[in-house]
Structures are given as C-alpha cells and as structure tokens.
C-alpha cells in the first residue's frame, strides 16, 4: 500500500506501507514447537506452558486460540502455520497481565490496596470546574473502588455535593448515590467504599440516612459491632459500605446548628492558609452558582422509592468511622485493638510524619485503614507521588481522577493487576505480624527483569496519517523504564525512521527492588529533532503481575483509554529474588 505525502505545490513524496514481518525470535519458536509447518493444538499447548508460563494452560486454552483465528484467511485446517501463529502472538488473548482475579481475596480489608478518588464529582479543575455524576460513573467504570462526596446544605433542606467554598457548581447527592448505584458493580464486583466528608446539620444527616437506605437497599451494607476486622472483599461482594466521622465526633469540633461553611472538615484540612483564605473570598459568588445549579436540579427527590423500610440512625450506617483522636501524629496512629477506624492524613501531612514514624505508620496499616489525599494547593487536579503511602501501607491513596500525568498512570498502572478488580493485595512485608519492617531502609531483595522490544503496529489504524509528521511517516522509538519505591530508570531504543511498521529488536536489563511496589513503564515516542517529542501511546504494568514469554502491549493514550489497534511485541522475563552483592 503507497501513502503520499505532500512536501509542496507540485511535489509528492511516496512511501511504500510494507507487511510487518514476524521477527526472528517468533520464527524460531515456530519451528521448535512446530511440525513440518503446521502448529497444532498440542504443539501451541507445549508452547504456551514451557514459553509463556502458563502452568495452568489446559486444552481449552489451546481451543480458544484456534477459535479466535478461524476467521482469518491464513487459517489452515490441519493448524496454525506462521502467520496465524504471529497474529495470535499480537492478538488480544495474549495479554501481559492475567485478565482474572487471582490473588486471595478473603483476607481483611486493611490488607489491600483500593483504588481511590478523591473529589470524584469533578469534571475538572479543584477551582471553577462542574460537579457532576459524570466523573463518578467514569471512575466506576474504570474500576475505582472508592468514591469521595462532599456534603453540604442546599435549599428548601436538601443535601448537595460539591468543594466548599470555591467556584465549583454543585450536584445534588441523590444524583450521585444513584449513579453509584447503576455503575458500582458493572466492572468489578468486589464493594464500593463511599467517603463522605460531611458538613451537615444533625437533621440533614437524618435525611442523608434516608436517601442512603431507600437508594441502595440490599446493597447497603449494615455494620454490626466490632465486625470490620473481620470482612473481606470476598464476603462484601456487590456491597457498599460508608465511611465517614462519626455524628458525635463531628459535633464536638462544631456547632450543630451551622453547617460548617467554608473548609473541609478537620480531617482533611490541609493547613494551607494562603488557599483557605482565598476559598472564603470566593465563597459569595460561589453560592450564586451552587444556587442556579440546586435549580437545574429541581425535581430529584426520593419519590420514586416507594420501598417502605426501617431507616436507621446516620450513624448506624458508617461501616468504616474516621477521625483523628485527640492530640498529635501519635495518638492518631496509636492502635486500638477493640476498634478498627479510618485515618486521613494530606501527602504533606504523611510526608511529614514518615521522617519520625515510618514504622509505627506500618503498624497502623496491618489492620487499619490509611486515606491520603492531596494538599490543597493542587488546584489543577494533579497528583503526587503514590509509593509514598504504598510503601507505608496505606490502602486508599486518594487521586483525582480527571486529569492526566505520570503519577495518574503510574495508579491506573498499579489496578491494572488482579484482573483490574480495584483491590491489590498488599506484600506480605507490609503485613506480617511479628515483622518490624522499616520503610525508609532500601530493599535487599532484588527480581531481574528482561525486557524485549521487537516491533510495534496499529497506529495507521488509530491515527491520520499526517498526524505526526505532514512529510514523512513516523519515527517511532520506545522509552521503557522501572518506577517504584526506591529508583526509577529509564532506557530507550533507537530511532527507526520512516515507519508505521517499526522493528527494534532490543533488549533491555532492569534490577528491581521491591517488584510488589513497582511498575513498567513503557512509551512511545516520535522523534523530532526541531522540537518536542509527539506523544505516540503509553502504558504502565504491575511488575510482579508480568507474564513471561512474548506478549502483546496495548497502548493507551494520554489519559489511559486504550487505543483500538496500537500495541508492541515484546518478551518479558523475571528471574528469582536474590541477594544484592556487596
């Protein structure tokens, strides 16, 4: 196929788009684990148990990948030759990631990760953006696990979510518990965490109570006493639990009879003077717009749950309480064995704390639970560094969701493993009993990973073919690098120049500490000599989730959506933890 290119008035430069050949490394296993030409299913069975480590693999493996390929023209009867062969290798059944839910999932909930958002109403900014039930239906959607709501006072006694005292419109909550409702459990069924930071008066929370009990019904989960240590994501399948202070607790810090106006509720202060005064100055004309918004929303009521049911007390519901005791970093983090609670602390706050209780924050977080989210000053919805709380065992490291960035990837790249499930459960080190790990000591254990890049394709597909470069196509090179908890590192490939069909053929050495707490890194890139790189597709993978063997990579695109045809072939292979040398 030819592709032209116009270079000016009257010239036309041509370029031929060839056939991506299958490389060497592919031909050669073909012939290994085939007969004369021809892969059979016992052959592709051999090979994907002795070449991709599938120990698991059965016929019925073997039988789906025959299926898939019968479509295809070069699909002979007898087998797979060469070709079809390469097409499954590139195909979407041979994924670098298991796409199941594998890991133990009846262990405490404090014994996870769970992927979470912080402010997940809005649709932008932290400032003057929309609140909206959009953002929470996209968050589910892509496996989010935990939803925060801001609750505050609206109107003829409703209850609306928005951030206080800014420019953002406002969403009324029975909206958003609704959207909850339909999207929670269509990507993963494991439970649904909804925090609320509450600044309500003891009625409204009666009604909030209400609202929660008529939307959610059998979904909701009841607590019962001194039962938190005891549930599991398996045992709250398709659940929803709440989790917010207790109405006491939040009474004691204000008066009952005004709803706190201006901040966030203590927990999740970021002491960030310079912005709250700024949030209060907005605060007038910020009231105008969460008015005109309670007005688009006229009409949402409870009417149509006509269920009649017991409502319980608001703080009957709150499955998971939060709040910090009296007094300093100390007594937040010291454990009550009768209780398990919530504790919030901003990345300022965690950063801070680190230096001096590295470990006693760890003991914390072995029954526990940890939110961190980001300091207020973040107004462009940014994010911070993940591994910071990781590493110390908190299990809600709370990001916005809206935006984009390397820290965002580096989170959608961690909840790519278990299936994509939303909970990861955390490395043992972080979880043994009698263990006194030390986060801020370096790893001695160490995996090597091997990582081979042989060619790429798809982008014809998903982009114009001007979209790169008006000229010429493009010149791909892959930059492929470890993130985590105690380095980062980053390789590259050479230039292929002129093609939408790249090969590179290189292989790439990485010792990795902490595999648990680190993920691959993988971008593509066009070259540019006169300016900045041309984003070209991304994606970032959980280390100690990799299959070996060859595989093929989707890529994302900035944002993390999958693109429908880009992806690389590579190889990954791990070895065994061993001892660094001196």
């Not at 709250?236 to 989790?243: E, G, H, V």
Request: hydrophobic fraction near 35%.
């Amino acid at each position: 196929m030819e592709q032209p290119f116009r270079v000016c008035i009257f010239c036309i430069r041509t370029f031929m788009h060839r056939v991506l050949e299958p490389p060497d490394d592919v031909k050669k296993l073909f012939q290994d684990y085939s007969q004369n030409g021809t892969m059979s299913k016992d052959d592709l069975l051999k090979f994907l148990l002795k070449v991709q480590g599938l120990n698991n693999a059965k016929e019925e493996d073997a039988e789906a990948i025959f299926n898939s390929l019968k479509h295809l023209n070069i699909f002979p009867r007898k087998g797979l030759n060469l070709e079809a062969f390469y097409r499954y290798l590139l195909g979407d059944l041979n994924t670098p990631l298991s796409p199941c839910v594998h890991q133990d999932m009846t262990a405490p909930l404090a014994h996870y990760f769970m992927y979470t958002g912080h402010n997940s109403y809005l649709s932008g900014n932290q400032l003057s953006s929309k609140s909206d039930v959009r953002p929470i239906k996209k968050a589910l959607q892509n496996g989010v696990r935990v939803i925060e709501l801001d609750l505050w006072p609206a109107r003829n006694n409703d209850v609306v979510v928005r951030h206080g005292g800014t420019l953002t419109t406002s969403v009324k909550l029975l909206r958003c518990l609704r959207a909850i409702k339909e999207f929670a459990f269509q990507v993963s069924e494991y439970p649904v965490v909804i925090t609320f930071e509450d600044h309500l008066t003891a009625n409204l929370q009666d009604k909030v109570a209400e609202m929660v009990t008529k939307t959610f019904g059998d979904m909701l989960y009841r607590p019962e006493t001194d039962e938190l240590e005891k549930l599991s994501p398996e045992s709250l399948k398709k659940k929803i639990l709440i989790s917010t202070k207790p109405p006491r607790e939040y009474l004691e810090t204000q008066d009952s009879n005004t709803p706190h106006e201006s901040k966030k509720s203590s927990e999740e202060q970021g002491g960030d003077e310079k912005l709250h005064s700024s949030r209060i100055n907005l605060f007038s004309c910020s009231s105008m717009c969460f008015a005109k918004q309670d007005q688009i929303d006229e009409g949402e009521q409870l009417q149509g749950e006509d269920v009649e049911m017991t409502i319980p007390k608001y703080r009957d519901l709150i499955a998971i309480p939060s709040g910090k005791p009296e007094g300093g970093l100390e007594k937040w983090l010291r454990i009550d064995e009768k209780e398990v609670r919530r504790l919030s602390l901003s990345e300022q706050e965690l950063e801070k704390a680190t230096r001096t209780y590295g470990k006693d924050i760890v003991s914390f977080t072995k029954n526990n639970l940890l939110r961190v989210y980001p300091k207020g000053t973040r107004l462009d919805s940014s994010n911070y560094d993940p591994f910071v709380g990781w590493k110390h065992g908190a299990q809600m490291v709370a990001f916005n969701m809206q935006g984009y960035g390397n820290h965002l990837r580096i989170m959608q790249g961690m909840f790519r493993a278990n299936g994509g499930c939303g909970y990861v459960k955390k490395p043992d080190f972080l979880l043994r009993e009698n263990d006194d790990f030390d986060p801020s000591m370096p790893s001695t254990g160490y995996k090597i990973l091997k990582v081979k890049i042989y060619s790429g394709e798809g982008w014809h597909l998903d982009f114009r073919h001007t979209h790169f470069d008006q000229y010429s196509p493009p010149d791909f090179l892959v930059k492929v690098g470890i993130v985590g908890v105690h380095a980062s590192e980053t390789s590259r490939t050479k230039v292929v120049k002129n093609s939408w069909l790249p090969e590179w053929n290189e292989e790439f050495k990485f010792e990795v500490a902490a595999p648990e707490l680190s993920v691959l890194r993988i971008e593509v890139n066009d070259d540019d000599k006169y300016g900045s790189h041309d984003f070209a597709g991304q994606t970032y993978l959980p280390i100690s989730e990799l299959r070996t063997g060859i595989r093929a990579v989707p890529l994302h695109d900035r944002r993390g959506v999958r693109y429908k045809s880009a992806r690389l072939l590579m190889r990954f292979d791990l070895e065994d933890f061993r001892e660094c040398s001196e």
